[in-house]
């Protein structure tokens, strides 16, 4: 019995430590509803995809490393790069529909992070 628990537990073991080592997919395609918002041609369409791949392997090749200092300022300038390079492609509609995606993205991400960091409200002494 204590040997069918052992194996158990090291099977257990391997297991968990196999799926901590898979790496992170990154995806690299524009969602589907966007794609349609923007009514992109296919040459478009592949122009962005080729785009976000090489921004993929950037941003993989920088999570690879040991060296995480300055990470975060890297990962903006590439996706501001991006940014650039997609809106090159777009169409000037096409542009203004990316930019209203984009902002409201980042509201939503505001939000979000707004509605994690509010403290509990503090009780006064005595109540």
């Known amino acids: ?11 257990a073991g391997t297991v968990v ?7 992170k997919k ?4 524009l969602p589907k509803a966007l794609s349609a918002q923007l009514s ?3 040459d478009q369409q592949s122009k962005v995809d080729a785009i976000l791949q090489a921004k993929a392997k950037k941003i993989d090749s920088l999570n690879a490393q040991t060296d995480k200092k300055g990470i975060k300022k890297v990962k903006k300038d590439i996706n ?6 997609i809106e ?3 169409t000037d509609t096409q542009k203004k529909a990316y930019t209203d995606f984009q902002e409201a993205k980042k509201a939503k991400a505001k939000a979000k992070a707004d509605a994690g960091a ?3 409200a503090a009780t006064p002494p005595g109540a």
């Open 88 to 90: 090159a492609v777009l």
């Open 118 to 120: 509010t403290p509990p």
């Open 17 to 23: 430590y196999a799926n901590a080592q898979t790496p």
């Open 40 to 42: 992109l041609t296919t």
């Open 80 to 85: 501001a790069d991006v940014d650039a390079q």
């Open 26 to 29: 990154t995806p690299v395609k």
């Open 1 to 11: 019995m204590k040997k069918l628990m052992m194996v158990m537990f090291l099977l």
